[in-house]
């Protein structure tokens, strides 16, 4: 009950700031209102009015439906559902105006010639305005910082609809069917691998966050098999019957996809964390690492770091170490340069084949650099007495 009467404070601002909000726009409704109202007018009076009646609901229709989408993203941001209010504002409320004004232009210019000459430059141009205004969208995602995973992803949607407007155009010539129904493969398999910065970025996700680099890095390896996927359909149903050419290109499509569910398994941070600890304990006993005893309280960082690269802990470890040898920050960053400096390598840049070869030799480097920092301070007498 206490919560309740907590909360209604809240609910009222919440519903002060939508009702002052939508005032603004009343204006703007009015305008609306009076606009459908003159073009019924019009249509009813005669025929001489009736083109301008129709330009007016041609621009009216579409505004209104625009404006009901962006009270939805108002509503949504009054409710701090920031990524919605701006999905409805910047992209949804723009592009149903793009679209039911564009789709009505067309509609008027088949009334007025009675023909459909411009009939097949409708799905080009929706695709292309749709593309600039995705690509703003994502924009605006990034620039906020809040949501740049999902900008990113919306400015790869961007392209895929980009290659859509290109292969609309290209399959109005006598060859568009070669290279405009191919162009459609690649740009549906870029759309889909659109999601990778959501994989790669996510925190739900994290886990993934190597395979979901490898899609943003191969999408336009995979989108250019696509393409040559869709020129083999062509050529097959040509040639061959159509039963053949969808035997063949389910087969083409299913190898593609199982190749890229395995690398993406292959890339996940639990397997890749048990190959490593794989290598780790089958070549420890080759590794030479400083055999001091003085050093035992510091074991636990270096295998954490020559497991893993995490260098974190023991470069704290051995700052901590060095301070209470009196060396100031300036005189210990030379002798921890070389584990400072380490980076792990982009596991996903690396073929499937020679990974667990380039994990030995990422383990071997890792032993290299702790046993040269050791050495280095081995050799200074104040830090090995205060060891």
């Avoid at 411009?118 to 605006?140: K, Q, S, T, V």
Wanted: proline share 3%; aromatic share 14%; net charge neutral.
């Amino acid at each position: 009950m206490a919560q309740k009467v907590a909360n209604e404070p809240h609910q009222n601002s919440q519903r002060s700031q939508l009702y002052s909000r939508i005032f603004r726009y009343l204006p703007a409704i009015a305008i609306l209102v009076a606009a459908f109202v003159a073009s019924g007018t019009f249509f009813l009076k005669s025929s001489l009015y009736f083109g301008l009646g129709a330009l007016i609901f041609v621009f009216c229709l579409p505004a209104s439906i625009a404006l009901a989408c962006y009270f939805v993203g108002i509503v949504c941001d009054i409710y701090d559902h920031e990524l919605s209010a701006l999905f409805f504002k910047s992209f949804i409320a723009q592009s149903t105006f793009v679209f039911f004004f564009i789709d009505a232009l067309f509609s008027l210019a088949f009334l007025v010639t009675h023909n459909f000459l411009l009939e097949p430059f409708l799905l080009p141009l929706l695709f292309l305005a749709n593309a600039i205004i995705l690509y703003r969208f994502g924009d605006i995602l990034i620039g906020g910082k809040r949501n740049q995973a999902v900008g990113l992803c919306a400015k790869r949607l961007a392209t895929s609809l980009g290659v859509c407007f290109f292969a609309s155009f290209i399959a109005l010539s006598p060859i568009g069917i070669w290279i405009g129904d191919p162009l459609y493969y690649a740009a549906l398999t870029y759309a889909i691998l659109s999601v990778s910065p959501l994989i790669a970025f996510s925190k739900r996700t994290q886990g993934y966050h190597e395979a979901g680099l490898y899609l943003m890095r191969s999408a336009l390896l995979w989108s250019g098999v696509a393409f040559f996927i869709g020129v083999a359909a062509l050529a097959l149903t040509v040639l061959q019957n159509n039963v053949i050419a969808y035997a063949v290109i389910t087969a083409l499509g299913a190898i593609v996809i199982a190749t890229v569910g395995f690398r993406i398994y292959s890339l996940g941070s639990e397997r890749i964390a048990k190959q490593s600890e794989d290598v780790y304990e089958k070549h420890i006993h080759k590794l030479v690492v400083v055999p001091d005893e003085s050093f035992d309280f510091l074991r636990n960082n270096m295998d954490e770091f020559i497991r893993s690269g995490r260098k974190e802990n023991l470069l704290i470890a051995l700052t901590t170490l060095l301070t209470n040898a009196g060396y100031t920050f300036e005189e210990s960053g030379p002798l921890l340069r070389n584990i400072a400096d380490y980076e792990v390598p982009a596991i996903h840049k690396i073929p499937y084949l020679s990974m667990r070869k380039s994990l030995e030799l990422e383990v071997e480097k890792r032993a290299k650099l702790i046993n040269e920092t050791f050495n280095h301070m081995a050799h200074d007498t104040s830090v090995v007495k205060t060891i």
